[in-house]
């Protein structure tokens, strides 16, 4: 598959598959932003890859072409969990309409999230018409993840005597619902009451970014029941941030902060590589420490030793 062998350029960490990533991401530009961007979340075990398993089903059984990545920088530890999701979607992966495709590698967050921003892209140009981004539910993790999507679903598992541990600052933020899990057999009772106080906590708080009230809904992947809901939500949300432009506003300040950050990585790439700056910032350190110079005009001294140096560079 093309796209398989694309995503793997993306992912390479070499230097020489950075500028074909470029050039690849170039060409196909123009065909990208046509998916509704979903990102799921939740500790560990909450029943994440079930619930996708369950949600994509559904979403491929309306006929629509749907992608799901993973975004896990936990991930080089336990590599064998990767292979363990893909059985865990075992449903969703039998779908001819269906994509699964596990973590990039990389060493932090930031780097994974990137890759994936990149894949989404990718995704999108091949006419994957729903993307599902998972991600362990690794505090910051979310943060950074609602930098890659258009809808963020908070999963949580009723009577873990946590009910209204997720209801931190952070989370409620950027989630527009929460999903509690497992709602059925002896934890459906459970899974009612925790709706009820989560409606009630998602109450007192405000919505930042829109006028999209947060919705609770509790679903079973092994029952089905509250899967559909959870995808006409979905819909609605998407009818409703079209109509009202804040869509369009979220995907602008999202390509911009993108621009950032690679633009970031590219100086921290040029500056490292410029020997004579990193022994100046050797040097520099020592009489910081020594108190010889303060912090400030250090960083003065180091920009100006970067500066001329790219000036002898062009000459
Ligand atoms: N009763 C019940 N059990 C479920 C349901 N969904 C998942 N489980 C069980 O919960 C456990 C964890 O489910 P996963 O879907 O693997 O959870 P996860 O969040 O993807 O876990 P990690 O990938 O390890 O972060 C498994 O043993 C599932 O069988 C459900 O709807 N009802
Ligand atoms: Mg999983």
Redesign the pocket.
Known sequence: MILSQAITIIESNLEEDWKLSTELLEKIIHATGNAIRIGIT?????????????LGTCITGLGKKLAVLTV?PSSQITRG?IL??KT?MEELSRQPLAYIRPSPSGSTLGGVAQKTNDVVLLCEAAGFEVIII?T??VGQSEVTVKNLVDFFLL?MLAGAGDELQGIKKGITEVAHAIVI?????A?LENATAAKASYEQALHLTTPTDSKWTPKVIT?????GSGIEEVWNMIISFQDQMMQDGTLEKSRRQQKIDWLEVYFQELLDLDISGHQTVQSEKKKLEDQLIEKKISAHSAAEKLLRAYHNEIRNATK
């Open positions: 939740g500790v560990p075990g909450v029943g994440k890859s079930a619930f996708i398993d369950a896990d969990s363990g999701d865990r998972e362990v539910g999963l899990t497992k709602a059925d057999g934890n679903t079973s992947a092994r029952t």
